[in-house]
């Protein structure tokens, strides 16, 4: 099966063109392979105007129902999840991919990993205070096919996106992979959320390409109609669209009253767009283990629970 666009090969059931970034369902009728002429590419979206929060060409989330596909010169699949996911890439020879320092489970022997300041020192010092690595590792299949496989580091889901001239803003702690084609950056959350203690930056993704995120928990996604508001604790965020609107606030009115309800920054989101929503939070999930945390005391041992 080849792209009826670009002419580069398919997966059997392929959604998405990973040379072009073409949809398939745009398509429909056009023959796989050089047996039939490809029948000439749609006229583009209206363009839509940039969003506060960024902008971008917006086309939706796309994520193929049965986790598996393929971008340039690499396939991927996604195993055990939604628990304990694991992403298998699977690279042709002299081809690359890039991941967040420490993603990597496995790999071939005959992949080369290579670290690097992604961006120069500004961009490392931009994600070292981001809460990210200043390194970006980048594994290449060397004289042959390779593999490499990445987890996050707990337990949780790992989502695919096969992004077609997108942007998207990704939690910091959620990235884990992505085309080396790709343009990655961090940017300002907003002074809000320092004061929050939700994390001051997040990840800019824009181009065309497979990005994957990982989660804590399950991903949920949730899309909004044009002008639809809706309100996600920011510990609760994966990956959002650049084209949906976001302000961050205080969950309630009032200091005294946002420490009643347990609840903090929340981003209010405006759409259109989707968002990618994990089921669990980190933070709050180390907030309930931290009583059977052993502790330190006076007498130098530890006691449990204890003061």
């Not at 580069?8 to 949809?23: E, I, M």
């Not at 990210?132 to 060397?142: D, G, K, L, N």
């Not at 593999?147 to 959620?174: H, K, L, R, Y």
């Not at 200091?255 to 009643?260: E, I």
């Amino acid at each position: 099966m080849n792209c009826p666009r670009c002419g580069a090969g398919l997966l059997p059931g392929a959604q998405f063109c990973g040379a072009c970034g073409a949809r398939m369902a745009d398509y429909e009728g056009a023959a796989s392979g050089a047996s039939a002429a490809p029948t000439p590419p749609p006229p583009p979206p209206p363009q839509q105007p940039p969003s506060a929060s960024g902008g971008g060409a917006g086309h939706g989330i796309h994520i193929d129902a049965d986790s598996k596909g393929q971008g340039r010169g690499y396939t991927y699949e996604v195993l055990h999840q939604p628990s304990f996911a694991l992403a298998v890439v699977k690279l042709q020879a002299e081809q690359a991919i890039q991941a967040e320092s420490g993603a990597m489970v496995s790999m071939s022997a005959n992949i080369e990993l290579q670290s690097q300041m992604k961006g120069g020192l500004l961009g490392a010092l931009k994600r070292t205070v981001g809460g990210e690595s200043a390194f970006v590792s980048t594994f290449t299949a060397r004289g042959g096919p390779g593999e490499v496989t990445f987890a996050p580091g707990g337990p949780g889901d790992i989502a695919a996106i096969e992004m077609g001239n997108q942007q998207f803003f990704v939690q910091s702690s959620s990235y884990l992979a992505g085309d080396v084609s790709l343009t990655v950056d961090t940017k300002w959350g907003g002074a809000k959320s320092f004061f929050g203690g939700e994390g001051l930056f997040v990840m800019q993704v824009s181009g065309s390409g497979v990005l994957i995120v990982s989660s804590f928990g399950a991903i949920h996604r949730k899309r909004l109609a044009a002008g639809e508001r809706y309100v996600v604790d920011t510990g609760h965020l994966v990956a959002w669209e650049g084209t949906t609107q976001y302000t961050l606030r205080k969950a309630t009115s009032g200091f005294f009253r946002s420490m009643v309800s347990g609840e903090g920054i929340v981003a209010e989101f405006s759409g259109p767009g989707e968002i990618l929503i994990q089921t669990r939070n980190l933070a709050a999930f180390a907030g309930m283990l931290k009583p059977f945390f052993p502790t330190q005391g006076g007498g130098g041992g530890f006691n449990i629970g204890g003061d």
